[in-house]
């Protein structure tokens, strides 16, 4: 029961370009949700979140949107910097967390 | 202000060996987390404790898997027999308290190999 799914595994985006990664949702009760950032042999890094009561929020080159009709939220990045190739989990919670398989980014420079 | 700490990092044992995992929580964070994550997949949360009390175990191999917090901040996870399939990084995460609207904190994690 994969109730947040990433369904693009790979992303590869030019430096400079925007870089938009997608995620699915499949309860409406969840309210909050994150996006984390994962270098290789490292844990997952907190990178932003947005409430249900909101659409967008925005930290500097990242900005998550949440779509609640379409349950699907996304992350863009940009510009993209090859310091931003990593893997990219998102996260939903009500009462607990539940990620994502993760969409692997490539910036090329 | 110190991150989540994990130790050790990587260990490789055999099959039917036992392993144990430690974490130290942000200090002030009253939830802590055990989460199991396989190459190509997102964490899976194997047990939640806020303070010293479990909140969700359910996911938890119980048969093989057990975990402790018993003062409320660090925390054991330990896996006795191992399988082939427990090989995955075993992610330790904690949060100010539980619920929707905290943010949790992971650890650099702990990679397991079992051969």
């Given at each position: 029961?994969?109730?947040?799914?990433?369904?693009?595994?790979?992303?590869?985006?030019?430096?400079g370009?925007?870089?938009?990664?997608n995620?699915d949702?499949?309860?409406?009760?969840?309210d909050?949700?994150?996006?984390?950032?994962?270098?290789p042999?490292e844990?997952p890094?907190?990178?932003?979140?947005?409430s249900s009561?909101?659409?967008?929020?925005?930290?500097?080159?990242?900005t998550?949107?949440?779509?609640?009709?379409?349950k699907?939220?996304s992350l863009?990045?940009?510009?993209?910097q090859?310091?931003?190739?990593?893997?990219?989990?998102?996260a939903?919670?009500?009462?607990?967390?539940?990620?994502?398989?993760?969409?692997?980014?490539?910036?090329?420079? | 202000?110190?991150g989540?700490?994990q130790?050790?990092?990587?260990?490789?044992?055999?099959?039917?060996?036992?392993?144990?995992f430690?974490?130290?929580?942000?200090?002030?964070?009253?939830?802590l987390y055990?989460?199991?994550?396989?190459l190509?997949?997102?964490?899976?949360?194997?047990i939640?404790?806020q303070?010293?009390?479990v909140?969700?175990?359910?996911?938890?191999?119980?048969?093989?898997?057990?975990?402790?917090?018993?003062?409320?901040?660090?925390?054991?996870?330990?896996?006795q027999?191992?399988?082939?399939?427990?090989?995955?990084?075993?992610?330790c995460?904690?949060?100010?308290?539980q619920?929707s609207?905290n943010?949790?904190?992971?650890?650099?994690?702990?990679?397991l190999?079992?051969v």
């Amino acid at each position: 029961d994969q109730q947040v799914k990433q369904n693009s595994p790979s992303l590869s985006v030019q430096e400079g370009r925007i870089s938009i990664l997608n995620c699915d949702y499949t309860n409406s009760m969840f309210d909050y949700f994150l996006w984390y950032k994962k270098y290789p042999a490292e844990g997952p890094t907190f990178l932003i979140s947005i409430s249900s009561i909101k659409d967008k929020n925005e930290d500097g080159r990242f900005t998550v949107f949440l779509n609640k009709s379409a349950k699907h939220l996304s992350l863009h990045i940009v510009p993209s910097q090859p310091g931003d190739s990593a893997v990219y989990f998102c996260a939903a919670s009500g009462n607990q967390f539940y990620f994502g398989t993760g969409t692997s980014l490539t910036v090329i420079p | 202000e110190a991150g989540v700490a994990q130790s050790p990092r990587y260990k490789i044992i055999e099959k039917r060996q036992s392993v144990a995992f430690w974490c130290n929580p942000i200090s002030g964070h009253a939830t802590l987390y055990w989460y199991q994550q396989i190459l190509g997949q997102g964490p899976k949360l194997l047990i939640q404790f806020q303070n010293n009390g479990v909140v969700d175990d359910s996911q938890l191999p119980k048969d093989r898997f057990s975990a402790e917090r018993l003062k409320g901040v660090d925390s054991t996870l330990k896996i006795q027999p191992a399988k082939l399939e427990d090989s995955a990084v075993y992610l330790c995460a904690s949060s100010w308290g539980q619920g929707s609207g905290n943010t949790i904190y992971f650890g650099e994690g702990s990679w397991l190999t079992v051969v």
